[in-house]
């Protein structure tokens, strides 16, 4: 079955230090993979995505992620972290089969929290 | 500024109350999905749609129910609230081709159930 992994629950950095989420996944074929970032009681927000080409993404905020195909791996980063940062943040592969095919499935999310 | 549009930001119901959570979108989406989200377990499915009248079962339909009479608005129905339904919903959309755009989100309706 197509899973996503998270391995950190909770992460905290220093503002201004560089910032790395982890993320794997779980899938045979090339994956449509994607960021999302909850602010506290909010919706979701899309920080960027990857279905083909470069495996460098740039997204939005000044994220980025990179898709490593040979580790399973879709990490995001983010040189230098803003104290307005502090989110939940989910990473997403899109099901091309099974009864989910077409749907996302998400992990269970990064929490980060940013230290003045 | 394309947008899923959910009606209520916080709602207290009353254990065995019948409770609906609304959610509109403006885009147009053929898809739309009902998520519940709560700390440690991330977002569950609960139902989803493909078109109007369509509905499928997520991954935790138990104890809840749907409706999609028009494109644009999918609502959730808790037929008798139960206090294990206190939590955060999520309604999201998107295009046929949701594998290449992602999903869109509303604000989140937090429903405690007491």
């Known amino acids: 079955a197509q899973s996503v992994t998270q391995p950190d629950i909770h992460i905290t950095v220093s503002e201004g230090a560089s910032l790395e989420l982890r993320c794997n996944y779980s899938?045979?074929?090339?994956?449509?993979l994607f960021w999302y970032v909850q602010s506290p009681g909010q919706g979701l927000q899309l920080l960027l995505k990857?279905?083909?080409?470069?495996?460098l993404v740039q997204g939005i905020k000044g994220f980025e992620a990179e898709f490593k195909r040979s580790q399973s791996s879709f990490n995001l980063r983010k040189p230098s972290v803003h104290w307005s940062d502090a989110a939940e943040y989910f990473c997403?592969?899109?099901?091309?089969?099974?009864?989910?095919?077409?749907?996302?499935?998400f992990g269970k999310g990064t929490k980060l929290s940013v230290k003045p | 500024d394309v947008k899923v549009t959910q009606s209520s930001r916080y709602l207290v119901k009353r254990t065995g109350e019948k409770v609906f959570l609304e959610c509109v979108q403006d885009m147009d989406h053929e898809n739309m999905f009902w998520y519940r989200q709560d700390p440690g377990l991330g977002l569950r499915l609960i139902y989803f749609?493909?078109?109007?009248?369509?509905?499928e079962k997520g991954d935790i339909p138990e104890g809840y129910s749907v409706s999609r009479e028009k494109k644009e608005r999918f609502s959730l129905i808790l037929e008798s609230a139960s206090t294990n339904q206190t939590s955060m919903y999520l309604c999201?959309?998107?295009?046929?081709?949701?594998?290449?755009?992602?999903?869109?989100f509303g604000s989140g309706t937090r429903l405690t159930v007491v």
């Open positions: 749609s493909y078109d109007v009248k369509m509905k």
């Open positions: 899938y045979g074929a090339t994956p449509y």
């Open positions: 997403a592969v899109g099901a091309l089969y099974g009864g989910s095919q077409g749907n996302l499935i």
């Open positions: 999201a959309s998107s295009s046929p081709s949701g594998l290449n755009y992602g999903y869109t």
């Open positions: 990857y279905f083909s080409g470069d495996t």
